[in-house]
């Protein structure tokens, strides 16, 4: 069964910063390419940022230069800091893994940007 447990979700301050955390089930996750998507209120679900298994990365243009994605393969899980947070990065956070064609989602964390 295949598991994806995201954390470090809350309430923070804009300018502020988060880590998002998702640890992953499966003994080959160091093949798996992670992402992290989010969706707003009345929004679509959309891309964040994803890490491929060999460590390429991408970005929405929306976070370019904010956010940061990374994976510790020891570990199991996959990161996302998020710095100079604003309230349009308010959303539910999903963690995605894809392998082989097929793709999973996380349950989600919530972010709120509010002052």
């Known amino acids: 069964q295949v598991q994806l447990v995201e954390s470090g979700g809350g309430l923070v301050q804009p300018g502020g910063s988060l880590r998002l955390s998702c640890a992953a089930s499966?003994?080959?996750?160091?093949?798996?390419?992670m992402g992290w998507y989010r969706q707003a209120p009345g929004k679509q679900r959309e891309l964040v940022a994803q890490?491929?298994?060999?460590?390429?990365?991408n970005y929405a243009d929306s976070v370019k230069g904010r956010f940061t994605i990374s994976r510790d393969n020891a570990k199991n899980t996959v990161y996302l800091q998020m710095n100079s947070l604003k309230p349009e990065d308010t959303a539910v956070y999903y963690c995605?893994?894809?392998?082989?064609?097929?793709?999973?989602w996380g349950r989600g964390t919530q972010v709120t940007v509010s002052s």
């Open positions: 995605h893994r894809l392998y082989d064609g097929l793709g999973y």
């Open positions: 890490i491929t298994s060999g460590g390429n990365t």
């Open positions: 499966g003994s080959i996750f160091s093949f798996y390419t």
